[in-house]
């Protein structure tokens, strides 16, 4: 083995991007030890109307496996030209990926090409802290708990 007994530690994030990862996407996850979903590119896959619903499966069944969600893309995306406030569609966005269970969100052209790349930082900081705090988390352990062992 060329890394020896430390690539124990390297964990698999498996990137979802296209129709064929979301139709295997169980399989996929069975061997991962977290995903990335990529909204921007799903989109060119998946009928708009869609993609929040294969996006709430995605999160729950990713969170039924106990590994990690990472939405990536198309977060704050209005904030790219001269907006230094986001549209309010994507601030409640945030909030429902939050509220289903994404763990981590992912910054792209917002940060690496975008006009406000600290303050999409903050907003979408402050976006999951405010989900956060009216987000029932035992709950939401609980019936996940009887959904596992049903």
């Not at 977290?34 to 869609?50: Q, S, Y």
């Amino acid at each position: 083995m060329l890394l020896g007994p430390e690539a124990a530690q390297i964990q698999v994030i498996a990137k979802i991007d296209s129709l064929d990862a979301v139709q295997n996407y169980t399989s996929i996850i069975k061997h991962a030890d977290g995903v990335v979903i990529l909204r921007n590119e799903l989109a060119f896959e998946l009928e708009p109307e869609k993609l929040m619903i294969a996006q709430k499966w995605m999160i729950q069944t990713a969170n039924l496996a106990s590994i990690p969600v990472f939405l990536q893309s198309q977060v704050l995306e209005s904030m790219l030209t001269n907006n230094i406030t986001a549209a309010r569609q994507e601030t409640m966005d945030v909030s429902s990926a939050v509220m289903e269970g994404a763990d981590v969100f992912i910054l792209s052209h917002e940060t690496s090409c975008g006009s406000h790349a600290v303050d999409a930082t903050i907003l979408l900081a402050k976006s999951i802290a405010e989900a956060e705090n009216v987000y029932d988390h035992e709950q939401t352990y609980q019936e996940l708990r009887n959904i596992a062992k049903s």
